[in-house]
């Protein structure tokens, strides 16, 4: 599986070699004969390719954080696109911390079939020795920009009405009780999901569907905006939209290339599949549109290269570029239909998240079972069309419950957060945006310190 850790062990020390030519000779024989020389050979399995492409995916997908803050900003009115922004960037510093603090020993370390444990708390142990072919560490820190995106994607479904603080708590708690027991169980080779042989290469079920299932039980904790329903919503920044697509689709390729852990085959099909099948699910959206929206638009474009991109996730490294086409182009159908009666129902999921990240998860998922081939993936499985029916059913099983498990627990931590410091500001505060109040300035200055004296209003308000 594309995530699983090997940790290497260091022996003892070499040899020292004698003087002259036959001597020098023979101490090479003696070295193959001693356990030093299984620490060279260990330590010489760190490659210098394979790790090259772990720190530009690594940087890639941290990239995609930045790219989710424009498509994110874009998409929301002008009074609360720094809340929106700043709730993709404070993932950097609590949810990356909190990983290295103890968030990825309870992922990666060996607990139990549910849970990691507290072995490689604060990192001990966790240094340049080999993970595979690439530095322990380096697999780490992948995996903790993986974490972070997973947290900041919540934030889609409760812009606009919520406290900051409350908010920071929440992921910071979610990152530990929700996203890392679910990589442990999909990821980890001692996981339950991991021993059924569920698949899922790049974080269908462990990035997406949790996101998603967390933020549809935000967005029905906090319920709707203050003026949900009495006033339309319209992106204050197109240009935002499409230019934080292109980010996520750019830091996409390492977030599925790069789950290969090197820089081989399988990261070359990741990277392909990663273009190919957004490109299909463009199309199919782009008709969809014409034929319900009359245009083709750009936050439609933008959305339909977001639902694609998520719905190859799991798929990336396991089917043929046809096939990841296909998947990107069924994708499209269900993420339309759901987002056009979304915007029809009383649910404020603001962003969309769980259309575009819950269901194309699982859409994509779910066809993971009918088109993986070992052909391609001598790790993976088959799936329905290679002659193996069984794996659309271990794919439902795996989405459902980490949809079930990150569902109640997302819920469950909110109301704990809401118990103690309370969920919403006054709505007063709500209907003027929560750039003044929760970080003191605005995205596009008015001018003349109107914002100094806003917020200050704002505050005393909400302090009664």
């Known amino acids: 599986m594309a995530h699983t850790i090997r940790l290497g062990r260091a022996g003892a020390g070499l040899m020292p070699l ?17 356990p030093g020389f299984a620490f060279a050979q260990e330590a010489a399995a760190i490659s210098g390719g394979d790790t090259a492409w772990m720190l530009i995916s690594t940087a890639l997908v941290l990239l995609m954080t930045a790219g989710l803050a424009f498509f994110y900003g874009g998409l929301v009115s002008s009074k609360n696109v720094l809340n929106t922004m700043m709730m993709s960037f404070i993932a950097f510093g609590f949810s990356g911390v909190l990983w290295a603090l103890v968030g990825y020993s309870l992922a990666f370390g060996a607990g139990n079939a549910f849970v990691g444990d507290f072995s490689m708390a604060l990192l001990g142990g966790v240094g340049t020795e080999p993970s595979g072919t690439i530095p322990h560490m380096l697999f780490m820190a992948y995996q903790g920009a993986f974490a972070i995106i997973t947290a900041a994607l919540i934030s889609g479904a409760i812009i606009g009405r919520m406290k900051f603080g409350a908010y920071v708590t929440f992921i910071s708690i979610w990152g530990l009780v929700v996203y890392a027991p679910v990589a442990h169980w999909v990821w980890n080779t001692g996981g339950w999901l991991f021993g059924l042989s569920a698949l899922d290469f790049a974080g269908g079920a462990v990035v997406h569907v949790n996101a998603g299932a ?40 390492g977030f599925n290339g790069g789950s290969a852990l090197a820089a081989n085959e399988l990261a070359a099909l990741g990277v392909v599949n990663t273009l190919f099948a957004p490109a299909a699910t463009l199309v199919v959206w782009s008709l969809l549109d014409v034929m319900f929206a009359k245009h083709i638009t750009a936050v439609g474009a933008a959305t339909g290269i977001v639902v694609g991109l998520v719905a190859v996730t799991p798929a ?75 794996q659309v ?37 709500e209907r003027r945006g929560m750039d003044v109040l929760a970080h003191g300035e605005e995205g596009y200055a008015t001018g003349d310190g109107a914002v100094l004296i806003l917020h200050e209003e704002l505050n005393g308000n909400a302090a009664k």
Not at 21 to 33: Q, T, V
Not at 355 to 380: E, K, Q, R, S
């Open 214 to 253: 967390g933020a549809l039980a935000a967005a029905l904790v906090l319920g709707p905006r203050t003026d949900y329903g009495r006033q339309a919503m319209l992106p204050h920044n197109v240009p935002f939209v499409l230019l934080g697509a292109g980010l996520l689709w750019f830091g996409w390729m």
């Open 393 to 429: 059913l271990i794919q439902f099983i795996a989405v459902g419950a980490v949809f079930v498990y990150s569902g109640v627990m997302t819920a469950v931590i909110l109301k704990v957060v809401q118990a103690v410091a309370g969920l919403r500001p006054e709505s007063d505060a």
């Open 316 to 390: 990336a490294g396991f089917v043929s570029p046809m096939s990841a086409m296909a998947i990107g182009a069924i994708a499209a159908f269900p993420s339309y239909f759901i987002i056009r009666w979304r915007a029809r129902s009383g649910l404020d999921d603001s962003l969309d998240v769980f259309a575009a990240h819950g269901v194309g998860g699982f859409t994509g998922a779910i066809l993971t079972g009918v088109f993986a081939t070992t052909a391609l993936n001598a790790a993976g499985q088959d799936g329905l069309l290679y002659g193996n029916p069984r």
């Open 18 to 34: 004698l003087s002259g030519a036959i001597r020098l000779a023979l101490s090479g024989l003696l070295l193959l004969a001693t």
